[in-house]
């Protein structure tokens, strides 16, 4: 076994870094649009009351309200005395479902990413979502993967689709769910944008086996991978297969609630659901190879907003010890979102 290597710079005794994710601002373009933006773009009434109940009773009642939570989330990570922090994707509202390619949610991306940006400097890794990239939106009427968004996201706010920082026997490293999981978006690939894509899918996937071949025995290494639909794909992978005993933990966002990956675990292994919108067929084809997330030893860093059900989120703060000679430690801080509604 070779020697511990020393603790990376600024980061002698516990390194603590302050985890979020889902932030989801709504800068001035994307609330002028409106919080029912999305539903007026359904064409089918039964769909769009479906739609706005879900909303409505569980999932989030005002999405575009909850931009004060990003002040709450800086300041409480400040007097928590975070050294470090980490975003795991979904920066922006993303009300047109076209990601970075979108004015608006550039807009609102540019926002959060600056005030991020502005607090935490070089102490700070960006993780890249789905809504960075764009889908489909819930019953599949528009929206879609954008080639212009992966430039504006890699290029324009300059998001590494890989990246690995060292914080003394811990390797952390951080993937584009999206581009792993590429597969279960073929729907929503421009047929003459498809060819790109994945090319840029093999090469995030080369990256990442470079990321981990050099680990030693005697490391661990950290995943962050924002949806976890992309984890049964990593497990395929033999660099990922190989080291699948040194992993720690696996941070993932996406479901913003504990909740969902409660439920998650229980319904894992059913059947996939092609008839409820592309949305649903998404998810339930993630939860048929859900039992496989165990073996990555997943944690969810739920949403700043949580769920409307919840009334609230929060955010993550992660303790390491550089040197591995204890535990890592896990804390949720809870967030309280606002119950008014957006005004217009």
Not at 104 to 117: D, I, N, Y
Not at 132 to 147: A, D, N, V, W
Not at 161 to 189: C, E, H, K, N, Q
Request: hydrophobic content about 45%; aromatic content about 8%; some cysteine.
């Amino acid at each position: 076994m070779g020697a511990v290597p020393e603790p990376a710079e600024g980061t002698a005794g516990r390194v603590r870094l302050a985890l979020a994710s889902d932030i989801h601002y709504a800068g001035p373009r994307e609330q002028a649009r409106g919080e029912d933006a999305d539903l007026l773009q359904i064409p089918n009434p039964i769909q769009r009351a479906a739609l706005r109940c879900w909303r409505h009773r569980f999932w989030m009642r005002h999405p575009l309200g909850n931009n004060a939570l990003l002040d709450r989330f800086l300041e409480q990570a400040e007097q928590a005395e975070c050294t470090h922090a980490i975003v795991n994707g979904d920066y922006a509202a993303d009300t047109a479902s076209l990601g970075l390619s979108d004015e608006g949610t550039w807009e609102s991306a540019c926002l959060c990413v600056h005030r991020l940006r502005k607090v935490f400097g070089d102490r700070l890794r960006l993780v890249i979502g789905d809504h960075e990239l764009g889908k489909l939106s819930f019953f599949g009427h528009y929206g879609g993967l954008r080639l212009a968004s992966w430039e504006r996201a890699t290029k324009g706010l300059g998001l590494a689709p890989v990246w690995v920082w060292d914080l003394g026997v811990y390797r952390l490293i951080a993937v584009t769910s999206t581009l792993v999981a590429l597969p279960m978006f073929r729907r929503d690939m421009l047929p003459e944008e498809r060819p790109l894509w994945e090319h840029l899918r093999r090469v995030h996937l080369e990256e990442l086996a470079a990321a981990l071949q050099p680990l030693a025995p005697h490391r661990r290494w950290i995943l962050f991978c924002h949806d976890p639909t992309a984890l049964p794909f990593l497990a395929e992978l033999p660099a990922v297969r190989q080291h699948l005993d040194q992993v720690a933990l696996t941070v993932i966002g996406h479901l913003h609630s504990p909740l969902i990956l409660w439920k998650s675990w229980l319904l894992a292994g059913m059947p996939r659901v092609r008839r409820l919108g592309v949305s649903v067929e998404r998810m339930s084809g993630a939860l048929r190879q859900a039992a496989v997330w165990k073996q990555f030893r997943v944690r969810l860093c739920p949403s700043l907003a949580g769920i409307q059900l919840e009334r609230g989120g929060g955010w993550v703060e992660l303790e390491l010890s550089p040197a591995g000679d204890r535990p890592f430690g896990w804390r949720v801080h809870k967030l309280r979102r606002e119950s008014a509604r957006v005004h217009r």
